[in-house]
């Protein structure tokens, strides 16, 4: 079982720079999420999707976009990087019965210089 | 709103110890507790939960029970190894609010052989 696949493992980008951060799962799960990890700061949700075309805020959303066309993809695109982007990223999913039971990516690096 | 705090960190030990870390939380409603872990260069794995007062959770030696009178979810484990190196989250989750886990900032653990 893949669970929640999570690519590029690393990234350096440039300021003003775009990307899409990948994320997959195959596990059918309704529930997905985006977390930035920061040092000492725990992790933060920025958004996250309770199925296929829905989607909304978390706490942390500025700077981000995220679409759901599909059950199995959330992807999270940075449009404009900046240097406070620079983080651990997580995307996580869940099934609608077991909320909090959540199954994590391994994460994505990002560094913006 | 929901928070969640944990002992601040980091904790070193020696192999054999006994650990404890606090957890308190701040809730609206009835959530789920849980504890996850997240070992060097790795996402997120759940450790263990509780969805009512009372309730304890237990995995891999770890234990913590759900005490609604102290709003508290402590982790302990009676005899740490090595491998329990990583860090701990403890979280929360309460149904008909928002649809996130609200995590506390991690605490660090160090067992030293």
């Known amino acids: 079982n893949a669970g929640v696949t999570q690519t590029p493992k690393f990234r350096i980008l440039k300021i003003g720079q775009s990307m899409t951060l990948q994320c997959t799962q195959d596990?059918?799960?309704?529930?997905m999420y985006w977390y930035r990890q920061d040092p000492g700061m725990g992790l933060k949700l920025i958004y996250y999707s309770v199925g296929a075309g829905i989607t909304d805020k978390g706490e942390v959303p500025n700077g981000y976009n995220v679409s759901r066309s599909t059950t199995e993809d959330f992807p999270l695109r940075l449009e404009l990087a900046a240097p406070s982007q620079t983080s651990v990223y997580f995307c996580?999913?869940?099934?609608?019965?077991?909320?909090?039971?959540?199954?994590f990516g391994s994460g994505t690096r990002l560094t913006v210089v | 709103g929901n928070s969640v705090t944990q002992m601040e960190g980091p904790v070193t030990l020696s192999e054999e110890a006994f650990l404890t870390i606090n957890c308190t939380y701040t809730a609206t409603g009835y959530p789920s507790l849980f504890w996850y872990v997240q070992y060097p260069g790795e996402g997120l794995q759940l450790l263990l939960k509780?969805?009512?007062?009372?309730d304890k959770g237990s995995n891999k030696g770890f234990e913590a029970t759900y005490r609604k009178e102290t709003t508290s979810f402590h982790l302990e484990k009676g005899s740490v190894q090595v491998s329990d190196s990583a860090v701990y989250f403890c979280a929360l989750y309460t149904q008909g609010g928002s649809e996130k886990l609200v995590f506390g900032k991690g605490t660090k653990l160090t067992v030293n052989p």
């Open positions: 596990m059918n799960h309704n529930y």
């Open positions: 509780a969805t009512k007062a009372d």
């Open positions: 996580a999913s869940s099934y609608t019965s077991d909320r909090g039971g959540y199954t």
